[in-house]
C-alpha cells in the first residue's frame, strides 16, 4: 500500500535560517506529491504539489522537488519567519484506478516553530 | 466560493450522546472526505465519498460512526453514543472539478473541535 513519511519533529529555527524537511513516500503506482500546512486552529491548505518526476513546486518561497529515484518530496525554504510557524504534511494520491482513486495518504506532520 | 463549510465549530458534549458533524462542500465538487485528527493518531481517513456514495469506510473506528451525504451539498458525521476517546478535531474536505483532477487537490474545511466528557 502507500505511505508516507516525514522527518520526526519539532522542529525549532530562528528567523533567516534554512529549512528543510525531509518527506519519503511509498507508492504502489505514480503519484502526485503534495505538501499541506496547517496554522493553528485552521484546516489544512495547500502549499504546494508537483505531479511528475522532476517538478519543482514552489509557492511562498517553499520549494520541493519530486525525485523518482529517491522517492522523495523534502521541503525547503531559504529563510523562514516568524510566521511560517504552523504544522507542515506532505502527502501523496494515487493518480488514477482502484479504490484509493482520488484518496490521500499524509504523513505524521512536522511542527514547524520559528522564533524571532 | 466560501469554501467547505463545518458546522459546529465547537462541540462539547457528555458521555454517552449523539452527535452530529455537518458538512457543506463547495459547489460542484464530487469527491467528499471525512479525517480524524488527534496528537496521538495524527491525521485519519475516516470515509469518503464520489458522487454522493460511499467509496471507502475502511477508516471508521467501530459501527458508533456512521456517515451520510443524502445530495452533493451536504455531508454528516454521527458518533452514536459518543465516548470520551472520541474527542478531536474532524475536518471536512472536497475535491473535484476538471483542472483539480490533475493535480488531486482537497480543500479542508475548519473543522468541528469535538469534546466528550
Known amino acids: 500500500g502507500n505511505s508516507v513519511t516525514q522527518m520526526e519533529g519539532p522542529v525549532t529555527l530562528s528567523e533567516e535560517a534554512f529549512l528543510t524537511i525531509n518527506c519519503t513516500y511509498t507508492?504502489?503506482?505514480?503519484?502526485?506529491l503534495f505538501w499541506y500546512v496547517q496554522y493553528p486552529g485552521e484546516g489544512l491548505q495547500l502549499l504546494l504539489k508537483a505531479t511528475k518526476a522532476d517538478d519543482k513546486g514552489s509557492n511562498k518561497g517553499f520549494e520541493a522537488t519530486y525525485r523518482k529515484e529517491t522517492t522523495s518530496f523534502h521541503l525547503e525554504k531559504g529563510s523562514v519567519q516568524v510566521s511560517d510557524s504552523a504544522v507542515y504534511f506532505c502527502?501523496?494520491?494515487?493518480?488514477?484506478?482502484?479504490?484509493?482513486?482520488?484518496?490521500?495518504?499524509f504523513g505524521q506532520g512536522t511542527i514547524l516553530t520559528v522564533h524571532p | 466560493d466560501a469554501g467547505v463549510i463545518q458546522s459546529p465549530r465547537h462541540e462539547v458534549t457528555e458521555m454517552g450522546q449523539e452527535v452530529t458533524l455537518r458538512c457543506k462542500p463547495i459547489?460542484?465538487?464530487?469527491?467528499l472526505f471525512w479525517y480524524r485528527q488527534t496528537m496521538m493518531r495524527g491525521l485519519e481517513l475516516l470515509i469518503y465519498f464520489n458522487n454522493n456514495v460511499p467509496i471507502d469506510d475502511s477508516g471508521m473506528p467501530e459501527d458508533r460512526f456512521s456517515a451520510k451525504m443524502p445530495n452533493a451539498s451536504f455531508s454528516t458525521l454521527k458518533i452514536q453514543p459518543s465516548e470520551p476517546r472520541d474527542s478531536a478535531v474532524y475536518f471536512c474536505?472536497?475535491?473535484?472539478?476538471?483542472?483539480?483532477?490533475?493535480?488531486?487537490?482537497?480543500?479542508f474545511g475548519p473543522g468541528t473541535r469535538l469534546t466528550v466528557t
Open positions: 507508492a504502489t503506482g505514480y503519484p502526485s
Open positions: 502527502a501523496l494520491s494515487d493518480r488514477a484506478g482502484g479504490t484509493s482513486y482520488g484518496k490521500l495518504t
Open positions: 459547489s460542484g465538487h464530487d469527491y
Open positions: 474536505a472536497s475535491k473535484g472539478g476538471q483542472l483539480a483532477e490533475l493535480s488531486y487537490e482537497q480543500y
